[in-house]
Every structure is written in structure tokens, then in C-alpha cells.
């Protein structure tokens, strides 16, 4: 499985969930940290909550390895670790507050919208 359809994967499972704003951010050659970068958030920790569990459950579903996942109790920024896609689902609040897109807004956006629809 490549990196892209991980994201895609991710991408779609959000979706399910009714993330809002999904954003997918190309980092290779930007971070060593991973390939690319999954942002959406949801309205309630709830629906945080649920974006991610139906994150992990798809990925795993798709033999794709979650070494870990960080933040699921408090809910307001949870951090899917898939390897060469790292997830971030936030809480609507913390979104706007943390703003990733803006920290790496050298990153070019990744077109996944046809792919999730």
C-alpha cells in the first residue's frame, strides 16, 4: 500500500465521520517526520473521537499499521500515527488555535477531494 492511499483511506474515513475541512498536506522533502500530513477537525470531542476510531478502524481494516494514537481521552487534538500519514483531527477550537496549515504553509496542498466524494 503507498503512502497516497493511506492518506486517501484516512482521507475517506474522515469524511465518513463528517470531518470538516480535510486538508491534506504534502510534506515529503518538508518534514522527515512523514510523508503527509491528514487535518480536518469536528464539532464535538464526540465527533473527534469518532473521526479517529473510524481512522484506526479503516486502517487496520486495510492492513495499514497504527503505531499509535495520542490524545483520545481529552479529544481536542488527536494525533493518528500511520506511519507515512500522520492524521490530525482537532477539535473545531483548537484548530483555529493551533493552525498547521499556517506552520507549514511552505507545504503544498494534496487534491484528495475527487478521491473522498
Not at 488555535?97 to 504553509?105: D, H, I, P
Request: net charge negative; aromatic share 6%.
Amino acid at each position: 500500500m503507498t503512502e497516497k492511499e493511506t492518506l486517501v483511506i484516512a482521507a475517506k474515513a474522515a469524511d465518513d465521520k463528517k470531518a470538516e475541512n480535510i486538508i491534506a498536506l504534502n510534506m515529503k522533502g518538508i518534514s522527515l517526520v512523514a510523508d503527509y500530513f491528514l487535518i480536518c477537525h469536528g464539532n464535538s470531542d464526540k465527533q473527534v473521537q469518532a473521526i479517529a476510531r473510524e481512522m484506526k478502524a479503516k486502517a487496520e481494516e486495510n492492513q495499514i499499521h497504527v503505531k499509535r494514537m495520542e490524545g483520545f481521552e481529552e479529544a481536542r487534538w488527536i494525533l493518528v500515527d500511520m506511519g507515512d500519514v500522520i492524521a490530525h483531527v482537532f477539535h473545531k477550537d483548537e484548530r483555529s488555535y493551533y493552525n498547521l496549515e499556517r506552520l507549514w504553509g511552505d507545504a503544498p496542498i494534496e487534491d484528495i477531494q475527487s478521491e473522498i466524494v
